[in-house]
C-alpha cells in the first residue's frame, strides 16, 4: 500500500484461460480483506482474476480452486506472493509536496532554531512503497536540519509488500524516476551510475542511514514503542473500509503524543473515523 500497498484500479477485460467462478471471487476478496484490510468491491472482480491467474501460471496449477486450497493450506510464502500480487503501489519522490514543506517548514525548522527543543526525532512511512516517500522525508531532513548527524533522528520505512520494500532498500533509480528532484538535490543525495538513458541513481549511504526498512502489515499489532513525531500515511486508507480505518487509527493515535503530525493522502480525510486528531493544513492532522 504509497502506498501499504495502494490497489491498482480496473484491468481490462481479457481472454481467460481459467474459470474463475463467484465463489473464487468472494473467497479471495474476503481473504485479501481478513489479510490485509483492502476491500475489494465488484468492480475489481477482473483485477483479481488479472493478478491471481498470473500466480497460477507460475504455480503449473489448473484452477482457482487449487490455489485457494494452496492458500487455506497455510502456506505462508505463498500467502505473501498473493498479497504482493493482488497490490500496487504508485509513488513518486516528493509526492503530494506540501507535507515536505509543512514537515520542513513547521516540524524540523522551529526545532533547529529552538535550543531547548529535542533533537530526537522519530517518523514513520507507513506505506512506503519502492522507497521515494522516505528518501524524499530523509531529504527534507538534510534541507531543514544542517547539523542533523549530530541529532537523534530514525525513519521507520514499513509496507506489506515484500518485492517494492527489496526495491526501496536497494535504493537504485532509473533515470525516469528521478523527476520531481532537483539538480541539486540529485548531486547532493544520489550517485550516479552508468550514463545517457542507461543512468541509474543510487541513494547515498549517508541518506540511507537515517532509514529502516521493514515488512508490516497494518493489520497486524504495531511493533514500534513511539512516541512517533510524524506519521505519513498517504493513499491507503481509502481502500479500507470504515470500521477498520477506526481501528488503525486508534492504534496510530497510542504512537503519538498531542502534537505530533498526521499525514493523509489526497482524497483521504479523518471525518468519521477519528476524534483524536484534528485538522491543521491539507489532508495534515495534528494529535489532539
Not at 532537483?182 to 537515517?210: C, I, K, N, W
Amino acid at each position: 500500500m504509497n502506498a501499504q500497498a495502494v490497489v491498482a484500479g480496473q484491468e481490462g477485460e481479457r481472454r481467460r484461460d481459467f474459470v474463475f467462478r463467484d465463489e473464487d471471487f468472494y473467497a479471495l476478496r474476503d481473504l485479501v480483506k481478513a489479510t490485509t484490510g483492502i476491500n475489494l468491491g465488484e468492480a475489481k472482480r477482473e483485477l483479481v482474476y488479472g493478478r491471481v491467474s498470473r500466480r497460477l501460471r507460475a504455480l503449473r496449477l489448473e484452477s482457482f480452486a487449487q490455489y485457494r486450497d494452496l492458500l487455506e493450506s497455510g502456506d505462508e510464502a505463498e500467502m505473501v506472493e498473493f498479497c504482493n500480487a493482488i497490490t500496487t503501489n504508485l509513488t513518486a519522490f516528493f509526492r503530494e509536496g506540501h507535507h515536505f514543506e509543512y514537515l520542513r517548514e513547521q516540524v524540523l525548522r522551529p526545532r533547529v532554531l529552538d535550543p531547548l527543543a529535542s533533537r530526537r526525532i522519530r517518523i514513520w512511512s507507513s506505506a512506503c512503497s519502492t522507497g521515494e516517500e522516505p528518501y524524499s522525508i530523509a531529504m527534507s531532513v538534510c534541507e531543514a536540519v544542517p547539523d542533523w548527524r549530530k541529532w537523534d533522528i530514525r525513519i521507520l520505512a514499513t509496507d506489506l509488500d515484500s518485492r517494492v520494500l527489496a526495491t526501496a532498500q536497494e535504493g537504485l533509480y532509473a533515470a525516469d524516476r528521478m523527476r520531481g528532484l532537483s539538480t541539486r538535490q540529485v548531486a547532493d543525495h544520489f550517485v550516479r551510475q552508468g550514463e545517457g538513458q542507461v543512468a541509474s541513481f543510487r541513494v547515498a549511504p549517508q541518506l540511507a542511514s537515517m532509514i529502516t526498512f521493514k515488512q508490516l502489515n497494518l493489520m497486524d499489532p504495531l511493533p514500534m514503542p513511539g512516541p512517533l513525531d510524524v506519521i505519513f500515511c498517504r493513499n491507503v486508507i481509502i481502500y479500507f473500509d470504515k470500521e477498520t480505518q477506526r481501528q488503525l487509527f486508534v492504534r496510530m493515535s497510542r504512537l503519538q503524543r498531542p502534537g505530533n503530525l498526521l499525514c493523509l493522502g489526497h482524497s483521504e480525510n479523518l471525518f468519521k473515523v477519528s476524534d483524536d486528531y484534528s485538522l491543521v493544513g491539507k489532508t495534515i492532522y495534528r494529535r489532539s
